[in-house]
């Protein structure tokens, strides 16, 4: 059965301070992996990786994907309040019919 | 430019009723999909949508049903809700093998 599994399931810090989110995966016929953000509403997308060991960097945002360890991690450095959300990770999978799978989420929270 | 829109917002329902949740994008995706959102349980794909007039189960689809009839409108419809469908409902449309957009949810308690 195809799975997505994020590491922590939550994460206080205070601002200022470097924080790194794991996602790791098993699913067959992988195609990409994709970073979101969860504030209130919807998810807002970060960053679509499909290429094992280059990183993709947004501001403080940066992301890589390892193929071989099957895992992504995503970072973000000199947090701020604003970044507190539910991080979410998902997998795109071209088994039968092209879907995603989702992990459960990463819960950060910054302080001031 | 819209993007994805989600009507309702928010409903209650009782035990039994029926009721659909609408989804439309105007970015001319070809596909759309249903997720529901519970605690500890992440997104959870109910059913989804690769174009026009085509609809797929997903992870979860028992005790709902959908329609593409229209390339940017995808309903979901539940026939006699129960309470364990309270849960918040995202819509999400994406062209072929790209990234989602999520429209903002709709949070549907059953009583």
């Known amino acids: 059965e195809d799975k997505v599994v994020q590491s922590p399931l939550s994460l206080v810090v205070h601002e200022g301070d470097t924080v790194t989110l794991n996602c790791s995966y098993e699913?067959?016929?992988?195609?990409?992996l994709l970073w979101y953000k969860q504030e209130k509403k919807a998810p807002t997308f970060l960053f679509m990786l499909?290429?094992?060991?280059i990183e993709k960097k947004s501001g403080r945002l940066s992301s890589i994907l390892d193929k071989k360890e099957l895992s992504s991690i995503l970072n973000i450095t000199a947090t701020q309040t604003g970044d507190s959300a539910i991080y979410l990770c998902a997998v795109a999978s071209t088994s039968g019919t092209y879907k995603y799978i989702f992990g459960t989420g990463t819960r950060l929270k910054v302080l001031a | 430019n819209a993007g994805v829109t989600q009507t309702p917002k928010f409903r209650v329902l009782k035990t039994g009723q029926s009721m659909t949740l609408l989804c439309a994008q105007d970015?001319?995706?070809?596909?759309m999909y249903w997720y529901r959102q519970d605690p500890g349980m992440g997104l959870r794909l109910i059913h989804y949508?690769?174009?026009?007039?085509?609809?797929a189960k997903g992870e979860v689809p028992d005790g709902y049903n959908v329609s593409r009839l229209k390339k940017q409108n995808f309903l979901l419809g539940l026939e006699s809700a129960a309470p364990s469908q309270t849960s918040v409902y995202f819509c999400a449309s994406s062209r072929q093998q790209e990234t989602q957009y999520f429209g903002p949810g709709t949070r549907l308690l059953v009583l």
């Open positions: 949508s690769v174009g026009e007039g085509t609809t």
């Open positions: 970015m001319n995706h070809e596909y």
């Open positions: 499909t290429s094992s060991g």
């Open positions: 699913v067959t016929n992988f195609r990409s």
